[in-house]
């Protein structure tokens, strides 16, 4: 029987860094193989065979108000509830045309970021539903709250919300999750069959993040490196306390890369500190290799999915210090250190390892990359496309 996919992805297709991105990367491997359409906000499609995209342009203007909402210090508005609201509901009639016009095949409902009164409609047309979880669900976020407000405070999560996602993996044939993490704390938090989930990590150009890394830092300091959004949720207060504590402590012999858009109350945060920082801004790194410009990535975040700078970061031959749950594909002690978020005396350890070791930069660094070399965007696309044959 012919099946027929439809990926439903409340983001931007083809753009750097959003699940649209991914959504592309299997349309392109899949482009013989099967007949996909994709609603999405907004396209940038470059891949001229990949023709079915509607797209929602008003719900991408609704979304760029509220990012600059949350960018310039109103981060207890839910805007991304009310967006996705609006999207799912601008969403369900191309969804009946896309019925209607595949009435016939087999269908896929693919789904990024979605509310379960909306799956509840595609259900009822016979739809396969497969839920892709692009971030660590929110029960996460309440845990943290409760555990480290010092560092992380959730104002806006509902146990409303955890409910809802309890029915959205209640209700979908297949659950697929970016790392190890995410799918256990799925399995054990929402009491979800293993037999749903689906682990795919992703994937990574090689070509664009290679690089050599054969000298020493001995004689300079260790260029730490961070990479994303600036705010509480990637760590950063976390962060910066630890690199404080540190310096009180001893001279510092390193230095903090800032890479990526600075939220508004985190800015009186990096004005006093005791060691040198550098902040570079937003760098699009599908166009720069930012990683060259430092020895090691740290990734503090205390809620994600997988995070795609770690994958480049490897690629690019450095060691790595990050969470649990930055859901990565790091090997702990081999290249590089997984700890607990919001611990402590883990971040420090850690960091104070590369300090005093500087030879295990280049070290570690290579083992990253003998680790992510088998990770590529095509693995990728294989490993979620075959969900595409239940």
């Known amino acids: 029987m012919k099946r027929a996919i439809l990926h439903h992805i409340a983001s931007d297709f083809g753009i750097n860094s959003s699940i649209g991105y991914r959504s592309k990367k299997i349309c392109q491997y899949s482009k013989n193989k ?109 845990l943290h709250t409760k555990i480290h407000p010092k560092y992380y405070l959730d104002k806006t999560t509902k146990d409303s919300h955890i409910k809802n996602e309890k029915n959205i993996f209640d209700i979908s044939e297949i659950i697929i999750s970016p790392s190890t993490f995410t799918s256990n704390f799925i399995i054990n938090e929402y009491q979800i069959s293993p037999k749903k989930l689906k682990t795919i990590p992703f994937g990574v ?13 001995n004689n300079r300091n260790l260029r ?43 800015k009186n945060l990096l004005n006093n500190l005791k060691f040198k920082i550098f902040k570079h801004g937003f760098i699009d790194t599908s166009k720069n290799n930012i990683y060259k410009l430092f020895d090691v990535l740290i990734h503090p975040s205390f809620i994600e999915g997988s995070a795609k700078c770690i994958y480049e970061a490897m ?38 390892y590369f300090l005093k070791n500087k030879e295990e930069v280049i070290r570690m660094g290579n083992e990253s990359i003998k680790i992510v070399k088998d990770y590529s965007w095509e693995r990728y696309a294989k490993n979620v496309t075959d969900n595409y044959l239940f």
């Not at 961070?226 to 504590?245: A, C, P, S, T, Y």
Request: hydrophobic letters at 40%.
């Open 34 to 142: 099967f007949d996909i359409t994709i609603i999405c906000r907004s396209s940038k499609n470059t891949h001229k065979q990949i023709n079915n995209i509607w797209t929602l342009k008003i719900v991408f203007l609704i979304s760029r108000v509220f990012a600059l909402l949350r960018i310039y210090g109103f981060q207890n508005i839910p805007g991304r509830k009310y967006e996705l609201f609006i999207f799912n509901s601008f969403s369900v009639p191309l969804i009946f045309i896309h019925y209607i016009l595949n009435r016939k095949s087999k269908r896929y409902f693919h789904s990024w970021d979605t509310s379960y009164w909306l799956l509840f409609i595609v259900k009822k047309l016979n739809y396969i539903i497969i839920k892709d979880c692009a971030m660590n669900p929110s029960k996460i976020s309440l």
């Open 224 to 266: 730490i490196g961070f990479v994303g959004v600036v705010n509480m949720r990637k760590g950063i207060r976390w962060l910066i306390n630890d690199l404080n504590r540190i310096s009180e402590s001893e001279q510092p012999v390193f230095e903090l890369h800032l890479f990526g858009r600075i939220f508004n109350e985190e």
């Open 315 to 352: 690629a690019s031959g450095l060691p790595i210090i990050c969470t649990k749950e930055s859901g990565s594909i790091v090997e702990n002690k081999r290249n590089g250190f997984v700890i607990k978020a919001g611990n402590s005396e883990n971040l420090i350890n850690s960091i104070e």
């Open 205 to 217: 150009n090689h070509q664009k993040f290679e690089t050599s890394r054969s000298r020493s830092s």
